[in-house]
């Protein structure tokens, strides 16, 4: 999928210049059934998608971008284990679309290196009870979150894939950095959800 260029754009020959986003999503086929997907790299045209089922080449498909709506699309490619899509044009998502990449694009990478985020996270609200396999609830410090996953501030390392429970939400331990570490939840949080986290 080629190599990452400095400014976060992937190093391809297109119509436009793609960029690795790393978000979930959920993507719509010709079945009418949503599932999960990773939304690997977006441009205004289109995507490289992971799935576990991957669409065939010419099917349609309904891709859910968070921040941004259901883009609408036909498979240009498809791989074992991913596949590639072409955006159809909707004047009014598509501008969504340009102004988050814009903000994407123009984002500086914070004092630890972390990297540029397509989810906006929020800063400094918490603690948050967290359980890690199976040891005793901690209250920890959040550093920022999002609806998709947080970063907590400890001297606590768990190992890379561990399970952890943020307040209710079940989560995954993804990343270490140098002042604690990062989860993914297992489901996206909703507004509710994020908002009783709060209280």
């Known amino acids: 999928m080629g190599q990452s260029l400095p400014s976060g754009q992937v190093h391809e020959r297109r119509q436009q210049p793609r960029f690795r986003v790393g978000v979930r999503g959920r ?35 309904e891709l859910d971008v968070p921040t941004v709506g259901r883009l609408r699309g036909r498979v240009v490619r498809s791989d074992p284990f991913d596949f590639g899509a072409v955006f159809e044009a909707d004047i009014l998502l598509q501008q969504k679309l340009v102004e988050r990449l814009a903000r994407f694009a123009a984002a500086e990478a914070d ?3 972390e990297e ?10 918490g603690p948050a009870l967290v359980t890690l396999s199976g040891k005793p609830a ?3 410090p959040i550093l920022d979150r999002s609806h998709t996953g947080a970063a907590f501030v400890t001297a606590e390392r768990p190992a890379i894939g561990s ?37």
């Not at 949503?34 to 045209?45: E, F, K």
């Not at 140098?178 to 986290?197: P, T």
């Open 111 to 113: 004092a630890d290196g």
């Open 138 to 140: 901690k209250a920890l």
């Open 163 to 199: 399970v952890a429970m943020v307040n209710a939400h079940p989560a995954r331990v993804v990343r270490h950095f140098r002042h604690g570490f990062a989860v993914v939840f297992e489901y996206d949080l909703d507004a509710k959800q994020v908002s009783a986290d709060r209280a």
């Open 27 to 61: 993507v719509w086929n010709d079945e009418g059934a949503p599932a999960r997907c990773l939304i690997v790299d977006l441009s205004i045209t289109g995507a490289c998608v992971e799935a576990t089922t991957v669409p065939l080449v010419g099917a349609r498909i």
């Open 116 to 125: 540029r985020r397509f989810v906006p996270r929020e800063r400094g609200y």
